[in-house]
């Protein structure tokens, strides 16, 4: 296994791996809190329109995704504000106008795309380097964000109206952290694709939330989680000539039922101890 380390693919496979696995882990640790696991799966389908506009201008259609995903992020976050909607009321109307926009684009275009399957289905060993440049420094700038200000995004989820009152733009927050949200998704689904990639931000923090006994413990246990996931996912998919994503997912989801496991057992044994 060590000798494959030295091909470019799996170089770039295990960089972009490690920074997706910090950036998704923190901030999923914000969209399990705001309960915004639907907001992560809507914004991963309606990016699909970004994705088929740059094949259809023969451009980087990851770069247009993120772009797309940021615009409607934007969006969403205003017509909660300014509109008497439901947050998965307004969510749904622009995963489905996502989708729509999605396929015109996709018929004027000449129809079905074969690489749109990366975007589907994930597809980290055949990233390019410009992508892995492009991840890595906005999955950078991701990171510096949430570390700077995470004080005040823990308030803001958990209550808006004390944090306008400790004097946050709490406005002006909410749009960075949808924008955020909707980045780091995007740059997400080149690993796990459109149906798999909310689970990444959801089974590192659910996982650290079993063991964690602080909010800062939280965070950290919910990076290492999610690093261990992607990078153990994607050695053991390349070992074994699995798909990725769903590698990455189950690998996941054993991390979780071990320490679930290991948290009932514990709990038996002190009440036990305690009788």
């Known amino acids: 296994m060590l000798d494959i380390l030295a091909y470019p693919f799996m170089q770039k496979a295990l960089i972009t ?34 994705a088929a506009l740059g ?61 749109l399957t990366t975007f589907l289905f994930g597809d980290i060993l055949a990233i390019k380097w410009s992508e892995v440049f492009l991840i890595v420094g906005l999955g950078s700038m991701n990171i510096i964000f949430i570390l700077w200000n995470y004080k005040r995004l823990a308030l803001m989820v958990l209550n808006e109206d004390l944090a306008y009152v400790n004097g946050i733009k709490v406005d002006w927050l909410r749009n960075l952290l949808y924008v955020s949200i909707a980045v780091t998704v995007v740059m997400g689904m080149k690993v796990l694709g459109i149906i798999l990639v909310s689970a990444l931000l959801i089974i590192p923090i659910v996982s650290a939330k079993i063991i964690a006994r602080s909010f800062h413990a939280l965070m950290a246990t919910s990076v290492t989680i999610g690093v261990i996931t992607v990078l153990l996912g994607i050695m053991t998919s390349v070992r074994f000539d699995l798909p990725t994503g769903a590698t990455i997912v189950l690998i996941g989801m054993g991390i979780f039922a071990i320490l679930a496991i290991y948290s009932t057992l514990r709990q038996q044994l002190l009440s036990q101890g305690k009788g």
Do not use: C, W
Not at 56 to 67: C, E, G, K, Q, R
Not at 88 to 111: E, P, Q
């Open 55 to 115: 094949y259809l201008l023969n451009t980087n259609p990851l770069a247009v995704s993120i772009f797309f995903s940021a615009v409607f992020a934007v969006v969403i976050a205003q017509l909660e504000k300014r509109v008497k909607l439901s947050s998965d009321a307004v969510i749904g109307l622009i995963f489905t106008s996502g989708m729509a926009i999605g396929i015109l684009l996709l018929s004027l275009g000449g129809g079905y795309r074969p690489e």
């Open 17 to 50: 791996g490690l920074f997706l696995g910090i950036v998704l882990s923190l901030i999923g640790v914000f969209v399990i809190l705001r309960r915004m696991a639907f907001f992560s799966d809507g914004i991963a389908h309606a990016s699909l329109s970004g």
